[in-house]
């Protein structure tokens, strides 16, 4: 890590470990009072609706009397580390679906196949 006190110049312990110099002088602003008073009201809607994304969030908060934008809310979403509840697409068989008789009747139909389009091709058909 880099140490200030260390006789080694801060620009040659940056270029060191491929850090600009910018990024070691950084320091990350706090967020305003109003970001925190929405992120509560944010909160208080994903505890009563798990499932409202932050379209949803942003027409809620509209209604309390906030003006902002899906895109911000979305950002403070990100930040809390919260996301809609909703049903994800299966479009995966499970593994233990996977049964050794579906394996090897897949491997036999997909053998068929490869054959009669071989014998096809070769004009034995």
């Known amino acids: 890590m880099i140490a200030p006190e260390h006789p080694l110049p801060l620009a040659r312990q940056c270029r060191l470990l491929e850090l600009a110099r910018s990024t070691f002088y950084y320091k990350k602003k706090p967020l305003p009072e109003r970001d925190l008073k929405m992120m509560r009201h944010i909160d208080e809607i994903h505890l009563a609706w798990p499932f409202y994304g932050s379209r949803r969030i942003m027409h809620e908060l509209r209604g309390r009397g906030y003006r902002v934008g899906r895109g911000h809310v979305s950002r403070l979403m990100k930040i809390m ?43 034995l058909l």
């Open 81 to 123: 580390g919260i996301h809609a509840i909703y049903r994800r697409s299966r479009t995966g068989l499970a593994p233990f679906l996977l049964t050794p008789q579906l394996v090897a009747a897949v491997i036999s139909a997909a053998s068929s196949v490869s054959l009669s389009i071989l014998s096809y091709s070769a004009g």
